[in-house]
């Protein structure tokens, strides 16, 4: 599965320096083995983006963003084995798998447009004769980390607006989904982009992270991650002062105002809050729902959950996959076992299936009766648990909704323009939803405030972390 790949440095399809293997999370055995990279191959990989700084740079905006649009053309032209592999090492159903590439392609037709955009100003100076030059100029090398939930989606978040910007890559991408990387890599190999323009390294911390991290000449890092691994890694960059950009964990709030399309709101909920097995850092954890709606929202959404079929990914028919792996199982299992004991009512789901005898999976899960205390609320549970509660008023639930160190996103559904306003202006979050949970797309810009995060990722604002700004006094 992973023969004609490798590390990629210089390039080149290279050999690691040893080998491990990954599995699958449907049927826990070894998809394959792949090339785990040394320090030293860390640092080859540095040293080659180092070599194609200057060439990518003076290709200029308009030649980087051809080269973006064949990538970009490639990465169509192989969608389906790009499709494939997502489904295969994270276990999402093939139709989850299929719309992940298509973003991650529009990634690259976005930023393709946006290299041509870099635009400068020039200011009046108070000197007799001058003026000030403000331009923009590549931040350099660039270290890139992804975590395994979106394979395709976070590298391309990367790739794309650091090479449109002019930026070399070491990309990091999770070793328990290093397939789909490669793939994407692959088809940037073939967009002519200068040798050493993009990297990538698969390995232990000690391996990659700690040789990126260190070396002087990688002047910004970007991870996709946890909270912990966030706080650490920008401690670490403190040491050689690198830029970060950090789109980190959430512990999204939906609130179900009384005067909500209750049904639209259930049609839209129950598919988000369940897709790729809740593992995903902007789906809904916490439900507060009007007391006047809930016992029905309760209904409405248990009747949807019901309706879920679990199993492989790669069968059309199935709606949800697997849990990454044994550990993250575990995790879920004690976060449901956590809140019952407190008192939380199992109104679905809350146990591994027993007509599946292998594989990482757990069912679609509700719970009511939840207090704002509990693990399963107060914590982001990154799997298929529903958390359902009851609210009175918009003071009251504006407050509760807010009580979290995380600000990635948030969610309400309400009929009135006045109050999606009030909402709006209210949440804690870098992103609301009004009656809507599509967040996500290559021409808006994606992040968070507070623990989960700081930068972005899309939009028009997305390259701005790739670019440092340089000021010019020119007097004749």
């Not at 990518?56 to 592999?85: C, I, P, Q, Y």
């Not at 009046?124 to 350099?140: I, K, M």
């Not at 107060?378 to 799997?383: D, I, K, M, V, Y």
Request: hydrophobic share 45%; aromatic share 6%; with cysteine.
């Amino acid at each position: 599965m992973y023969r004609q790949f490798g590390l990629f440095i210089g390039g080149s399809w290279i050999p690691g320096a040893a080998t491990g293997e990954v599995f699958s999370p449907v049927t826990e055995k070894s998809l394959g083995q792949i090339a785990l990279a040394s320090a030293t191959d860390t640092r080859a990989a540095i040293d080659a983006a180092a070599q194609a700084q200057a060439p990518l740079r003076d290709m200029g905006g308009f030649a980087r963003a051809e080269a973006l649009h064949r990538a970009a053309d490639e990465m169509v032209r192989r969608a389906e084995e790009g499709s494939r592999m997502i489904a295969t090492e994270t276990g999402k159903p093939i139709a989850q798998a299929g719309r992940e590439w298509v973003l991650a392609c529009d990634q690259f037709r976005w930023f393709a447009e946006e290299a041509r955009r870099i635009y400068g100003r020039i200011v009046e100076s108070r000197v007799p004769g001058g003026r000030f030059e403000v331009t923009r100029e590549p931040v350099g090398i660039v270290g890139a980390f992804t975590a395994w939930n979106f394979p395709a989606a976070l590298p391309a978040r990367k790739l794309a607006p650091a090479l449109a910007a002019g930026c070399p890559v070491v990309l990091r991408p999770s070793s328990q989904t290093p397939g789909v990387a490669m793939v994407m890599v692959d088809c940037l190999r073939a967009a002519g982009l200068p040798d050493g323009a993009m990297n990538l390294v698969v390995g232990s911390t000690a391996d990659t992270y700690a040789p990126i991290m260190t070396d002087t000449r990688v002047r910004k890092v970007s991870l996709t991650g946890s909270t912990r691994v966030g706080q650490q890694m920008i401690r670490d960059a403190a040491e050689t002062v690198k830029k970060v950009s950090m789109e980190l964990g959430g512990n999204a709030p939906l609130i179900v105002f009384d005067d909500a399309d209750l049904e639209g709101a259930l049609d839209l909920a129950v598919p988000t809050k369940f897709a790729n097995a809740g593992q995903v850092c902007v789906t809904p954890d916490r439900f507060f729902v009007h007391e006047d709606l809930h016992d029905a929202f309760v209904q409405g959404f248990v009747a949807r959950t019901a309706k879920i079929g679990l199993g492989d990914g790669l069968d059309p028919e199935t709606g949800m996959g697997p849990l990454i792996n044994a550990g993250r199982l575990a995790e879920i299992e004690g976060i449901v076992a956590d809140a019952v004991a407190a008192g939380a009512t199992l109104a679905h789901g809350g146990r591994r299936p027993a007509h599946l005898n292998a594989g990482h999976f757990f069912e679609p899960t509700v719970l009511t009766d939840v207090t704002d205390d509990m693990r399963v609320f107060a914590e982001e549970n990154f799997g298929p648990i529903a958390a359902i509660t009851r609210f009175a008023d918009e003071e009251e639930v504006i407050a509760r909704a807010n009580a979290s160190d995380m600000g990635l996103s948030a969610y309400a559904f309400t009929r009135s323009a006045d109050r999606a306003r009030r909402v709006v202006r209210a949440l804690k979050a870098g992103m609301v939803g009004i009656n809507s949970f599509a967040l996500a797309a290559s021409e808006a810009p994606f992040g968070g405030t507070n623990h989960s995060g700081m930068g972005r990722e899309g939009g028009t604002e997305g390259i701005e972390d790739y670019l440092d700004i340089k000021l010019a006094q020119i007097v004749f």
